[in-house]
T-cell receptor, first 115, second 114 residues
Framework: AQSVSQHNHHVILSEAASLELGCNYS??????LFWYVQYPGQHLQLLLK??????LVKGIKGFEAEFIKSKFSFNLRKPSVQWSDTAEYFCAVNAAPGANSKLTFGKGITLSVRP | ETGVTQSPTHLIKTRGQQVTLRCSSQSGHNTVSWYQQALGQGPQFIFQYYREEENGRGNFPPRFSGLQFPNYSSELNVNALELDDSALYLC?????????????FGPGTRLTVL
């Protein structure tokens, strides 16, 4: 069975600070990895995804994530956060390469950015 | 906007009642997955429908059931509602195929069970 662990339930940063949100997963096979964001009052949106290839993936809004297979990790980073980044962030995995396989999400991290 | 729509937006029911939630998938997508997101938690997979057949199920009891229609829209039905069923119900649509392994989420239906 797949599982996802996200460290820190709530992160508070000031604008322009650097961000790193941790994500570790557990699964016996090959995975696809995702970061989703849920802005207040909005639906889940995909920030970035990793299927294969370069383990450093870039997403929207200046976010990037690095897949480290040996550590079963897929941490999300942003060099300089903005107030508009205040949201809930979810790491998710599914089994590769199967199409449409179920997503297993972590519990999420609430990011609050102070102006 | 993802092109995935859900109705209704909000719903209030009492314990023991039944509820039907609806989802219209994005154009060109043939797969719909349903997730339950309890307060303060990540979404949990309920089940998936592909070409009108259930194609995988999470750890939810049989009183959670679904349908997919020929136009790929889908319904989630929950019988004998319990207080713990209060949650945001999300549907996600996707298209079969290795290149399309991304699920697009709708805005959700907020269900409150009293």
């Amino acid at each position: 069975a797949q599982s996802v662990s996200q460290h820190n339930h709530h992160v508070i940063l000031s604008e322009a600070a650097s961000l790193e949100l941790g994500c570790n997963y557990s699964y016996g096979g090959t995975v696809n990895l995702f970061w989703y964001v849920q802005y207040p009052g909005q639906h889940l949106q995909l920030l970035l995804k990793y299927f294969s290839g370069d383990p450093l993936v870039k997403g929207i809004k200046g976010f990037e994530a690095e897949f480290i297979k040996s550590k079963f990790s897929f941490n999300l980073r942003k060099p300089s956060v903005q107030w508009s980044d205040t949201a809930e962030y979810f790491c998710a995995v599914n089994a590769a390469p199967g199409a449409n396989s179920k997503l297993t999400f972590g519990k999420g991290i609430t990011l609050s950015v102070r102006p | 906007e993802t092109g995935v729509t859900q109705s209704p937006t909000h719903l209030i029911k009492t314990r023991g009642q039944q509820v039907t939630l609806r989802c219209s998938s994005q154009s060109g997508h043939n797969t719909v997955s349903w997730y339950q997101q309890a307060l303060g938690q990540g979404p949990q997979f309920i089940f998936q429908y592909y070409r009108e057949e259930e194609n995988g199920r999470g750890n939810f009891p049989p009183r959670f059931s679904g349908l997919q229609f020929p136009n790929y829209s889908s319904e989630l039905n929950v019988n004998a509602l319990e207080l713990d069923d209060s949650a945001l119900y999300l549907c996600a649509s996707s298209r079969e195929g290795r290149s399309y392994n991304e699920q697009f989420f709708g805005p959700g239906t907020r269900l409150t069970v009293l």
